[in-house]
């Protein structure tokens, strides 16, 4: 379980609390959606949890333990973490670009193919097709396709997924909302997806947090929140 317990976060720069005495607990195994608008603290939470960035008060732990406590590589090596524009290597072919984080490259050559190969079939890229291209030779939703399984590809135990989704259009995008369900579903993992899209989080969350001024406004399961009359589904 990862629990924020009195969190709060102030950005120095320009002396502003982006996130407000957040308290919330996000159980194993998790479809777990932050939602609400832009600047209400649903990035700088994420990041918390990755220790991007680091709260400037209260206290964040992952199975009862003090996030700083955690070695910092193996922290992250346990966390795949996908964003809205995904970089991908260009020069690179996509099988290159899914093995290419350090605890892959310590694999065997034929174990980097194999975790390859199984992925982009799970994630509906024909690998025999695809695993050989360069990044421009695909389309934008199929190089999200690519994100995921990199962030998949050293089997994490939580997934961190950053409005993954919102430079799509609405076929590829509603294409990868399946996806992802189908991997939460197919996976032991716990996800955390970060969206403004009130439709997105209710269609892909179990436990829906919704945020405002740094703060929780709402959190509960998808039939508590969308039977709340308060939020007019
Ligand atoms: P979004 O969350 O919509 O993708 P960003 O995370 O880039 O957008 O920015 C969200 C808000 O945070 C914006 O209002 C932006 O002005 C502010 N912001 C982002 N980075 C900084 C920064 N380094 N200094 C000050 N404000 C920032
Ligand atoms: P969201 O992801 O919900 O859009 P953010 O976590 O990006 O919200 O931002 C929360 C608040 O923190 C906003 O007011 C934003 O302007 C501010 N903020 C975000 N990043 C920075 C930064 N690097 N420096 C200063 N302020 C920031």
Not at 140 to 153: D, F, P
Not at 162 to 176: C, G, K, M, T, V
Not at 177 to 184: A, G, N
Not at 192 to 217: K, P, S, W, Y
């Amino acid at each position: 379980m990862i629990e924020f317990k009195n969190v709060y976060k102030k950005y120095e720069n320009n002396n502003n609390t982006a996130i407000n005495d957040l308290n919330l607990q996000i159980k194993d195994g998790d479809f777990f959606v932050l939602v609400g608008p832009s600047g209400s603290g649903k990035t700088t939470t994420l990041k918390m949890i990755n220790r991007l960035i680091k709260q400037t008060s209260g206290e964040i732990t992952i199975d009862g333990k003090n996030i700083d406590d955690f070695n910092l590589q193996e922290m992250r090596l346990q966390m795949g973490y996908v964003l809205q524009n995904i970089a991908l290597f260009p020069n690179m072919t996509i099988e290159d670009n899914i093995t290419i984080q350090p605890e892959s490259l310590k694999w065997s050559k034929e174990k980097r193919h194999q975790v390859a190969w199984d992925l982009l079939e799970k994630v509906g890229l024909d690998p025999d097709k695809y695993a050989k291209r360069l990044p421009n030779e695909l389309s934008g939703g199929e190089q999200q396709r690519v994100g995921i399984v990199r962030a998949l590809a050293s089997n994490p135990k939580i997934v961190l997924m950053d409005e993954p989704f919102s430079a799509l259009d609405p076929i590829s995008r509603n294409q990868l909302q399946e996806l992802v369900l189908k991997l939460h579903a197919e996976m032991n993992m716990t996800f955390v997806f970060v969206t403004h899209d009130m439709n997105e989080a209710v269609r892909l969350g179990n436990t829906i947090a919704i945020m405002r001024l740094g703060h929780l406004e709402q959190i509960g399961t998808r039939d508590e929140i969308v039977h709340n009359p308060k939020n007019n589904f």
